[in-house]
């Protein structure tokens, strides 16, 4: 494996404060973002390929935002992805949305249907889309938690009494935010519901979003970044003092599952040098992180 190795962190001694219990972490440094895409599209195969041979499907929740646009149309257009992920099996949700329309410049979906899902035949994939132009958020909000539960229940897809995902797309604002769960904002605190309108005041709206217990039961996060943008809260969250921040990407503790920090080597400029040298890796390698 051309790969150079990678620091997986076992429970305990990760750098995210906080103890994470049958769960790894795994801190992944691409050269960029070309590099970023194909190691996140091979393992994107990898899981979707295993799960519909374990479970007949694939349960993936997808990130908004810009830094995954690339790796959906990657998926999508590319010959030898387009070919190996199987389509038909795979179920696609979302890991949070704005209050708009589906054809918004601002929809989440939007921005996943253009990149991936218009470039596949019509009918082929299965979309569970959060309907963001509903007038109350917290109606979306729960439309979103019913329609999981028709889901996840019937198909035996649950743990603990959640939802247990195949894989999780996550990305990471420069506040710290994922998904939709931003700083001081209420759905940090719940516990039970797996869908919420979480009022963001300093976006003067209430985006919909999956919770933490959602998050956390998953098989596998990926927490992707790219940019120099990023460098400072990746090394906030990451770096040696990052036990004293508690950014709400940090209270991503999967229960029983691996999460993967994917960043470019512009996000992780700020990480120890020594850190860098030891994860990163070039496109070739890249070619084999299926
Ligand atoms: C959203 C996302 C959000 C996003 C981060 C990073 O709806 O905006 O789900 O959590 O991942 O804000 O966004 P960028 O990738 O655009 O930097």
Redesign the pocket.
């Given at each position: 494996m051309a790969i150079s190795p990678t620091a997986q962190i076992k429970s305990g001694a990760s750098p995210d404060a906080g103890p994470e219990v049958g769960s790894s972490i795994r801190v992944e440094i691409f050269a960029d973002a070309v590099a970023q895409d194909m190691a996140i599209a091979h393992l994107f195969v990898r899981l979707a390929q295993e799960a519909v041979v374990r479970r007949g499907r694939f349960t993936v929740a997808l990130?908004?935002?810009?830094?995954?646009?690339g790796l959906y149309a990657l998926l999508a257009t590319d010959r030898h992805f387009r070919a190996s992920v199987p389509w038909s099996k795979t179920e696609f949700f979302?890991?949070?949305?704005?209050p708009v329309p589906p054809d918004h410049a601002?929809s989440?979906y939007g921005m996943v249907k253009a990149a991936m899902f218009a470039q596949l035949p019509a009918g082929l994939v299965h979309v569970h889309r959060i309907s963001g132009e509903r007038p109350d958020p917290g109606e979306a909000a729960a439309r979103y938690e019913a329609d999981l539960r028709d889901f996840f229940g019937p198909h035996g897809l649950m743990e603990a009494g959640f939802p247990r995902f195949d894989l999780i797309l996550?990305?990471?604002?420069?506040d710290g935010?994922?998904?939709?769960?931003f700083p001081d904002s209420p759905a940090l605190r719940e516990s039970e519901r797996w869908v919420v309108a979480n009022r963001v005041d300093r976006l003067n709206c209430s985006?919909i979003?999956l919770t933490f217990p959602v998050l956390n039961n998953a098989r596998e996060v990926v927490l992707?970044?790219?940019?120099t943008?990023?460098a400072a809260i990746v090394a906030a969250v990451l770096g040696q003092d990052a036990a004293a921040s508690i950014y709400p990407v940090q209270r991503v503790k999967l229960t029983n599952g691996t999460k993967r920090w994917m960043l470019d080597r512009a996000a992780a400029a700020q990480l120890g040098a020594g850190e860098i040298a030891a994860h990163t890796t070039t496109p070739e390698a890249a070619e084999n992180t299926g």
């Open positions: 990130s908004g935002g810009s830094t995954p646009k979302f890991g949070d949305e704005r601002e989440n996550l990305g990471l604002g420069l935010h994922t998904a939709s769960l985006r979003t992707l970044a790219g940019g943008a990023k």
